[in-house]
């Protein structure tokens, strides 16, 4: 695969210490019963991704909320009628929310919830990548920021990624993309489409170790093995699913082992427990030899989402999303093509082929 200038090389992104909120039980009831009065007194719904302290999860299903991947984030979002959105993620999911509902007021915990992803493909470098590649269809994963996604010609999330790159594919168009070389990569594989590949990548995923991998494997071989693809490629080849988080929940559920090994955040076991109660849950290793972990299988901004400081934005209203006007109708467009492409490929108005 050639990496023509400018693609930046491996961008060093370090994630911030992992800092996650620890409560008593008293806490905990007093702060979900204000947080609840807040919601109602301010039309608010709670939208939580997966990754987020399992007190978030519980308090958006008890509340009418979601609790889901970064596709469903953002369809449901669009789709309720509360006029404020609180969304437990990170920056780029309450971006989106925002992009799709800019009548509405969008809250988050902590602004500084980022993610390698977004912080390692900065839009003037995103331009110049484009700029130089005129012939090439651009499309960027989800996890980028608004400007990146105004730059791009598709969003994809990892939920929706192959189907959207076999498309483009066979309309006979050459794509760039960006930031995740990893899931980059995967679709590649998967599709054979033309790529060029930015090289940034999750501090999360990353870390998952292929050698030990294989070591927990044989010591559970009845095992299934589930990954989500901003994983490895060595991770990746020892996959019995791969997946979005939607579709590794769905396979825990669904798969008729006992045992599974779980190559994502494992936030994530949470609502795998409700799903699949009995089965038992492995995380996939991220130790064992060159281990360099900065996060070990838990998302440190993901983490920075709690009930403190939900409560503190439904009380001051601090935190609200913003984005330029221009920015965000372009951003829309790329959005929008992946939720009405979402719409048809269901209805069966888009042919994949093989
Ligand atoms: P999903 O789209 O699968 O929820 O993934 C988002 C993410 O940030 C994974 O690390
Ligand atoms: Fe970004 Fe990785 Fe965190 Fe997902 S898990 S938000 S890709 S850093």
Redesign the pocket.
């Known amino acids: 695969m050639s990496l023509a200038f400018p693609v930046p090389v491996r961008p060093a992104i370090v994630a911030p210490p992992m800092v996650e909120e620890t409560l008593s039980a008293d806490e905990r009831v007093a702060l979900k019963s204000r947080i609840k009065t807040l919601m109602q007194q301010q039309d608010a719904v709670l939208v939580a991704h997966y990754?987020t302290h399992a007190d978030l999860q519980d308090l958006a299903e008890e509340t009418g909320g979601c609790v889901s991947d970064s596709l469903e984030m953002a369809r449901f979002a669009h789709a309720h009628p509360a006029r404020t959105l609180i969304v437990a993620g990170?920056k780029f999911m309450g971006e989106t929310s925002k992009i799709l509902n800019p009548e509405k007021r969008v809250l988050m915990p902590d602004l500084a919830a980022d993610?390698?992803?977004d912080l390692a493909c900065p839009a003037d470098a995103f331009t110049a990548f484009c700029d130089a590649h005129p012939d090439r269809l651009s499309v960027v994963y989800a996890?980028t920021s608004a400007a990146v996604k105004a730059r791009a010609d598709w969003v994809v999330t990892s939920g929706i990624a192959v189907k959207i790159v076999k498309y483009l594919h066979s309309q006979g168009h050459k794509l760039l993309w960006a930031p995740d070389r990893h899931l980059g990569d995967y679709v590649q594989r998967v599709t054979g489409a033309d790529m060029l590949l930015w090289q940034g990548s999750?501090?999360?995923?990353e870390a998952f170790k292929a050698e030990a991998l294989k070591k927990l494997r044989a010591e559970h071989p009845g095992a299934a093995v589930l990954v989500h693809p901003?994983s490895p490629e060595a991770v990746i080849a020892q996959a019995d699913v791969v997946g979005s988080t939607t579709q590794l929940i769905h396979a825990v559920h669904d798969l008729p082992n006992r045992e599974f090994i779980v190559a994502t955040?494992n936030g994530i076991f949470h609502k795998m427990r409700a799903a699949a109660p009995g089965k038992i849950l492995l995380e996939a290793p991220t130790a064992g030899e060159g281990a360099t972990c900065q996060s070990c299988a838990h998302?440190p901004?993901?983490a920075m989402n709690g009930l403190k400081n939900l409560a503190r934005v439904l009380e001051t209203g601090a935190n609200e999303i913003h984005i330029e006007a221009s920015i965000r109708a372009k951003a829309r467009l790329s959005i929008q093509r992946m939720l009405d492409f979402a719409i048809a490929e269901k209805a069966g108005r888009i042919q994949l082929g093989d």
């Open positions: 990754y990170v993610c390698s992803l996890n999750c501090v999360v995923h901003e955040d998302c901004w993901m």
